[in-house]
């Protein structure tokens, strides 16, 4: 799908490092950050992991549309743990280590990152239809597990289990796929214990 939904290289892109460790931690500070602001669902939440010798951990990315990042930026550092980095282009915020770690966030999307937040992903519940995933959200592209080239009719039903985390793939926001059970196909990534962040608020 082509769509004003792909529009993560073009907005604004905050980079986050608040020290969070695993995915399911990161997942729990977007769900956190984007309920305290008061923003549209054109938002795109990604994580990344980050590694280094000194260091291992997950970062955020926010790509945040233009008319909303000048008010954004300045509400961050005061729903976020001291020490967090934040990086917007030539604004910083933050310890230089953590502001490293932003830049590199900041910098990832549409490249590479596993989407949280994306637009159409509130209507993710339950199952759904390929067509639903592509008319509706904005990932373009499906793939399923061990079979690339496979053409997935409109109407394959997902179990979404209200976990979808796609991923940028250059450029391409791409969900992968895996056979369910009576037939079905589920995302790649399932909850893990339980749907994350069902408790965040």
């Known amino acids: 799908m082509t769509s004003p939904h792909h529009s993560s290289g073009v907005h604004p892109v905050i980079g986050v490092d608040a020290g969070t460790a695993t995915l399911r931690e990161a997942d729990h500070l977007i769900h956190r950050v984007l309920g305290r602001l008061a923003l549209t669902e054109d938002v795109f939440a990604c994580t990344h992991l980050y590694r280094t010798g000194e260091r291992r951990g997950t970062t955020v990315s926010l790509a945040v549309p233009e008319a909303d990042v000048d008010a954004v930026w300045p509400e961050l550092p005061g729903m976020l743990p001291e020490g967090t980095g934040l990086a917007l282009a030539g604004r910083t915020h933050g310890p230089d280590d953590a502001v490293d770690a932003a830049r590199l966030a900041a910098a990832a999307p549409p490249t590479s990152g596993r989407a949280v937040s ?11 239809t390929v067509a639903d995933l592509l008319d509706h959200t904005a990932i373009e592209h499906l793939v399923v597990l061990g ?12 179990l979404t289990q209200d976990h979808v985390r796609p991923e ?4 391409v926001l ?8 009576g037939g079905l196909l589920a995302p790649f990534e399932v909850p893990n214990p339980t749907p994350c962040c069902a408790d965040h608020l």
């Open 118 to 128: 994306y637009p159409g992903v509130a209507q993710l519940t339950g199952t759904v």
């Open 147 to 158: 079979a690339p080239a496979a053409e997935l009719p409109p109407a394959a039903e997902v």
């Open 168 to 171: 940028w793939r250059d450029g």
């Open 174 to 181: 791409t969900l992968t796929l895996v056979p369910a059970a």
